[in-house]
Nanobody
Framework: QVQLVESGGGLVQAGGSARLSCAAS????????MGWFRQAPGKQRELVAA???????NYVDSVKGRFTISRDNAKNTVHLQMNSLKPEDTALYYC??????????????????WGQGTQVTVSS
């Protein structure tokens, strides 16, 4: 059974930083794309950052230059380093693991495995 457990959320002041982690169990992540989604109240869920099994990355425009996604295959973990946080980054952040191995895109991430989410609140 695949499980994803996020950690690292909390309350952060605007301009501050936070690092989210997602620990996977039940599957070795090295062959799969992973990503971070977020959903704020009243807004649609969006893919914030993704990383393919090869390490190629993609970011939504609003976080480019501020967020960095990385993976540690040895620890079966993916991270999201968030810098220069803004109040509009406030959301529930979810980790996702693709179900298709060796995919060079992240288009199927939303149909993969999901964690329970971790709240990030940025105060102004």
């Amino acid at each position: 059974q695949v499980q994803l457990v996020e950690s690292g959320g909390g309350l952060v002041q605007a301009g501050g930083s936070a690092r989210l982690s997602c620990a996977a169990s039940g599957r070795t992540i090295s062959s799969y794309a992973m990503g971070w989604f977020r959903q704020a109240p009243g807004k649609q869920r969006e893919l914030v950052a993704a990383i393919t099994w090869r390490g190629a990355t993609n970011y939504v425009d609003s976080v480019k230059g501020r967020f960095t996604i990385s993976r540690d295959n040895a620890k079966n973990t993916v991270h999201l380093q968030m810098n220069s946080l803004k109040p509009e980054d406030t959301a529930l952040y979810y980790c996702a693991l693709d179900t298709k191995p060796y995919s060079n895109s992240w288009s199927s991430l939303s149909g993969g495995y999901w964690g329970q989410g971790t709240q990030v609140t940025v105060s102004s």
